[in-house]
């Protein structure tokens, strides 16, 4: 599976960002897609996630209520929207797939190569 993620940049706090994520080559519909977030110096941080088959999602408390995770049809293209966002939110932020429907990131079996996120307070 390859996963590449992109729709990074630069945005000021209470702004908004869209992230996608596209997956290619094998990957099993009944699979995850999850999306992670790693700021300098700090361990990789569970986002949320979403399954391929179905719309359930899965978000961890220090976003839910501004960012969402949807999915195209096909589950191949994840987005993660990013709203209300802060300073704190700055990251390098990740897709990854797996077969579970988990905040570890050690379930997850494919990573893409992560899209630079930057908050200016």
């Known amino acids: 599976v390859q996963l590449q993620a992109s729709g990074g940049g630069l945005v000021q706090a209470g702004g908004s960002l869209r992230l996608s994520c596209a997956a290619s080559g094998r990957i099993f519909s009944s699979w995850v897609m999850g999306w992670f977030r790693q700021a300098p110096g700090k361990e990789r941080e569970f986002i949320g996630c979403i399954r391929r088959n179905s719309y359930s999602t899965y978000y961890s408390d220090s976003v839910k209520g501004r960012f969402t995770i949807s999915r195209s049809s096909g589950g191949n293209t994840v987005v993660l929207q990013m709203n209300s966002l802060k300073p704190e939110d700055t990251a390098v932020y990740y897709c990854?797939?797996?077969?579970?429907?988990?905040?570890?990131?050690?379930?997850?079996?494919?990573w893409g190569q992560g899209t630079q996120v930057t908050v200016s307070s």
């Open positions: 990854a797939a797996g077969p579970s429907f988990s905040g570890i990131a050690t379930d997850y079996k494919s």
